[in-house]
């Protein structure tokens, strides 16, 4: 079983529907990345959480330390949201990745 | 420009061939990693560095060295390259390795 796991590892979804991403991790962590991969293979940071809920224009993003998992919502998703979302798991300087979310959105 | 510049974008080479590629960037970052991402596998820590000449190995090290004689830069080297080694690198810095991530454009490597 992988440290990180995430789900669903395929999402096909109209333009405006609002979507939800998942990961689950069973090692301690630090902080929590949520990344995002176009299909040119660029990396982006989206967030980074240690607790909490985070939000950045449509995204937002939720963490349950108890429960080690999160959630990455996007609102009103469009077709430039279509992407891999990759999640990470940090802590002590070791980072462990999540095998990524790719997210198609149609018009 | 906030960046992390990493060169070369594509690279091929043969086995055995020693190679260097290179990682900068220009935020006064203290903590610099390198991945590796293969289909199937997706993304895998190589080697990170926490600060001037403190580096250590992350999850598959095997067949790479690192250096980090100066903070901006560091460079990923492949001493003698196999078929194996052919990967998607990306290297990426941070204030540490919790705060965000900014990642460099990546290097498609090829080792026939």
């Known amino acids: 079983k992988n440290e990180v796991e995430q789900s669903p590892q395929n999402l096909t979804a109209q333009e405006g529907e609002f979507i939800t991403i998942n990961c689950s991790y069973s090692?301690?962590?630090?902080?929590l990345h949520w990344l995002q991969q176009h299909p040119g293979g660029g990396i982006v940071s989206l967030f980074m959480l240690s607790s909490g809920k985070k939000k950045h224009g449509r995204l937002i993003a939720t963490i349950n330390i108890q429960e080690k998992h999160s959630s990455l919502h996007i609102t009103a998703s469009h077709p430039r949201d279509s992407a891999v979302y990759i999640c990470?798991?940090?802590?002590?300087?070791?980072?462990?990745f999540g095998a990524g979310t790719r997210l198609t959105v149609k018009p | 420009e906030a960046q992390v510049t990493q060169n070369p974008r594509y690279l091929i080479t043969v086995t055995g061939k020693k190679l260097t590629v290179t990682c900068s960037q220009n935020?006064?970052?203290?903590?610099m990693s390198w991945y590796r991402q293969d289909p199937g596998l997706g993304l895998r820590q190589i080697y990170y560095s926490m600060n001037v000449e403190v580096t250590d190995k992350g999850d598959v090290p095997e067949g790479y060295k690192v250096s980090r004689k100066e903070k901006r830069n560091f460079p990923l080297i492949l001493e003698s390259p196999s078929p194996n080694q052919t990967s998607l690198y990306f290297c990426a810095s941070s204030w540490t390795g919790g705060e965000k991530l900014f990642f460099g454009s990546g290097t498609q490597l090829s080792v026939l």
């Open positions: 935020m006064n970052h203290e903590y």
């Open positions: 090692v301690g962590i630090s902080a």
């Open positions: 990470a798991a940090y802590n002590n300087n070791d980072m462990r």
